[in-house]
């Protein structure tokens, strides 16, 4: 209802503050129990490897909330925002140790609308690689 | 193995209500690691202007999970849920969701197709209030990854 960032003020290209995420585990574990997502594959190695995956792999839906809160830190009101859609083109895979994998969310203006809001195009990569893909949000800005 | 196509078109009417409590909302934002005082404090939510914890943007799927479990694992429908992986996720909101709302979902098949000896099905929940609302739209592709030797 009140995004602290004014719509007057932004441009196309205008970059939002990036972040770092760390995700754990024990991130999944959490992530699991808090989103009712128990699917083996995000927190047991041995049948994550049966199906062909490489280890244990993120919730693209977590990796889909952490990329969304640069968007939503940046307006201050998690309810400013209008769409948000993600592709999940590679998994984030978590290693079982205390670093656990790294996820980098940049995100910047990409388009403004004339009704007071703003396309935002999120980059999020994960060792270095993409791991969302027409990754976008529409926002009512202040 | 091909999904029924049979099944696009679909609508599954909401099995029960969710009401939305402040601590599933607490308890989910701390998950994603967001702190955002409006959706932890109560205070800071209403000088926002909300009426009490705003959810964060994606606490719909909790609601959507249950609503598309009854129809992914429908046998009919031959989708194999071991195989299954996210691929795409969109929301579209009216407005966000907050606590005290007792939210409906109505499930929907929108689409079934095979490519690459991958199945895809894209379903959409209508995230409504009890008296129809709209709060939020949640689209999900889900890919069932074929065998290795079929792609």
């Known amino acids: 209802m009140s995004a602290r960032v004014a719509w007057a003020d932004v441009e196309v290209g205008t970059e939002l503050p990036s972040q770092t995420f760390t995700v754990l585990r024990s991130d999944l574990v959490r992530y699991a129990g808090a989103s009712g997502d128990f699917n083996v594959i995000h927190w047991n190695e041995r049948i994550a490897t049966e199906v062909g995956l490489p280890n244990v792999i993120a919730h693209g839906m977590l990796t889909m909330a952490m990329a969304g809160r640069v968007v939503t830190d940046w307006v201050g009101d998690p309810g400013a925002l209008l769409e948000y859609g993600v592709r999940f083109t590679r998994p984030v895979v978590v290693p079982d140790d205390d670093s656990g994998a790294t996820l980098e969310v940049s995100a910047k203006v990409s388009a403004k609308g004339d009704d007071g809001t703003v396309q935002v195009t999120i980059t999020a990569t994960s060792e270095g690689a993409t791991v969302l893909g027409k990754a976008q949000a529409r926002v009512r800005l202040a | ?151």
Do not use: C, W
């Open chain 2, 1 to 151: 193995m091909a999904l029924n196509p049979e099944f696009v078109g679909r609508v599954y009417a909401a099995d029960g209500s969710y009401v939305v409590g402040r601590e599933k909302i607490r308890e989910f934002a701390t998950a994603i690691g967001d702190i955002n005082p409006a959706s932890h404090d109560v205070a800071a939510a209403r000088e926002l202007g909300y009426a009490d914890l705003v959810a964060p943007p994606t606490f719909s799927v909790i609601l959507a999970l249950k609503a598309s479990g009854v129809v992914v694992r429908d046998p009919d429908l031959g989708l194999d849920y071991t195989r299954v992986v996210h691929g795409e996720q969109r929301f579209s909101f009216t407005r966000p969701i907050v606590a005290g709302d007792e939210l409906v979902v109505t499930t929907t098949i929108e689409a079934i197709r095979t490519m690459a000896g991958n199945d895809m099905i894209t379903t959409r929940g209508d995230v409504t209030t009890l008296s129809g609302e709209p709060v939020v739209v949640t689209t999900a592709l889900l890919v069932a990854r074929g065998p290795e030797d079929a792609a």
